[in-house]
């Protein structure tokens, strides 16, 4: 029988190989990132992942300029593609090309492929350790994560085609239950709290404007001998960390700035006066009601 080549041969090709792949992401990224911000769009951040990578950009301001952008990240993976050392690493770049060129249709197609790949990884994977090589459970949990991943890129995708053209002031829920951040966490959950039939609420301050959200539930585990002494704005997540929109932007623009630093619900601000507010059930609502008219809450 043919003696294999020593395992750090194995290990060091293996690592190698990697970085090339990562290399070639960075590349086919960046040259998207790149010429969008040499035709003037703004470039929020890069994100890579199991199949290929995802740049967060604003809105191209002309057709000609979308689609010079929209070139330019395809193009890049049949030229890495094309000068990669190895075999498999050229072919990963060529369907990578083949992903990125209509961005939602390529983010669908992408999800479905790498769920596909993820599931069979998986399934290869405990087959394997079936087989009594303990090496298949970690090539079953990179499958899972890469199915894991692809769904959720799929999800986002689809959401993005249901949302197209709906603004904020479509989805938002009005008027707007809130309560003042300055009483205490016992008063707050005796007198506003037990009549609001909200889990989040909108604080504001003595000016009347938004002061931070408190959620009921951190409310209801401060400990009764600290409920006088604490003021509901001591436990609720501060202004600053909030997101804020108007009314007229788009929606999916707003979901899309989620990962910068705030997170759900959505204050919607007309001017300076609290005017709506957004949470996970007015977007699934939104979503369902732009897919079919006919849907109801």
């Known amino acids: 029988m043919r003696r294999g080549l020593a395992p750090v041969v194995y290990a060091v090709a293996g690592v190698g190989g990697a970085l090339l792949l990562l290399v070639s992401l960075v590349v086919h990224e960046a040259a998207y990132a790149l010429m969008a911000r040499r035709a003037g769009v703004s470039v929020r951040d890069l994100t890579l992942w199991a199949l290929g990578g995802l740049t967060r950009m604003d809105r191209p301001a002309t057709a000609r300029t979308a689609f010079a952008v929209a070139v330019s990240e395809p193009l890049t993976s049949p030229l890495v593609g094309g000068v990669g050392l190895l075999g498999w690493l050229g072919s990963t770049n060529l369907l990578l090309g ?173 001017d300076a006066r609290l005017d709506g507010i957004i949470t996970a059930h007015d977007i699934d609502r939104s979503r369902r009601l732009h897919r079919d008219p006919s849907a109801r809450k």
């Open 98 to 270: 083949v992903f990125n060129g209509h961005p939602e249709r390529a983010q669908r197609a992408a999800g479905r492929s790498g769920q596909v790949v993820g599931m069979t990884l998986a399934a290869v994977g405990w087959l394997v350790f079936l087989r009594g090589m303990t090496g298949g459970l970690w090539l079953m949990l990179i499958g899972l994560f890469v199915a894991g991943t692809a769904a959720a890129e799929r999800r986002w995708a689809e959401l993005v085609t249901a949302l197209r053209g709906v603004r904020v002031g479509q989805a938002m829920t009005t008027p707007v239950i809130t309560g003042p951040d300055w009483l205490t966490v016992g008063r707050f959950l005796s007198e506003v709290a037990a009549h609001a039939g909200h889990s989040v609420l909108p604080l504001l301050d003595f000016d009347g404007q938004p002061s931070g959200l408190v959620q009921l539930r951190r409310l209801a585990a401060v400990p009764p001998g600290q409920r006088e002494r604490l003021r509901a704005r001591d436990v609720a997540t501060p202004q600053s960390r909030c997101t804020f929109a108007a009314p007229d932007e788009l929606l999916i623009s707003v979901l899309e700035r989620l990962g910068t630093g705030g997170g759900l619900p959505i204050l919607v601000m007309d």
